[in-house]
């Protein structure tokens, strides 16, 4: 799926790869750091849907191999910046105005769903504002992450109180189910988000003046 336009964070019309272009060139020339869609995929959902606003600028880097991609026009890794930030924002809108059509981007191999690397992205997501996101984990609102969080080595450190057996049986079908958890932990967590997108802006707005 390729377009153009303007993604979140101000990036400038260009061309953009499509999403199984985008995973292809992360995943495959070797580029070292860089990880594919689906972990990509996990990581904007955490940062759209959880308690903490984030600006692009702080977590493009973490899927460039801990840099900026370049800002060339035309440049492979302007394009690729620029195909995850209309992802971002097409998250955004979806949850926002057609929440049930909303889908989480799962690897495939022979038929099996794979979510491991969308996990791996949720939780790098999650680890960017621990101190946020672990009131919506100490609260009765972690039942919302369940499926994502017993499919995740980490994830499955923060249910020390849920018995092997119970975790394993949400486990075994934890794919169809994670996309209602990022719906509801999207509207669980509005008023938390918006007022730290709120903060976010004052202390941008500060720091330029």
Known sequence: MSGSGRGSGGATRTRAYSYDELDEILRGDGRGGWVGISAIDGLIAALVAGPAFVTPDEWLPHIFGGHMPSAVPGEPGRRAAATVLIRYDEVSRTLIERPDAYRPMFMNDAGRVIINDWTIG????????????????????????????????????????????????????????????????????????????????????????
């Open 122 to 209: 949720f939780m790098l997501g999650v680890g960017m504002r621990s101190n946020a996101w672990s009131r919506v984990l100490l609260s009765g609102a972690r039942s919302i992450l369940m499926p994502i969080l017993v499919a995740n080595d980490i994830g499955q450190k923060l249910l020390p109180d849920v018995s092997t057996p119970e975790k394993d049986r949400i486990r075994t079908s934890a794919h169809a189910h994670i996309a209602g958890s990022v719906i509801a932990l999207h509207a669980f967590c509005a008023p938390k988000r918006a007022g730290s997108k709120r903060l976010t802006k004052l202390r941008s707005s500060r720091h330029r003046n």
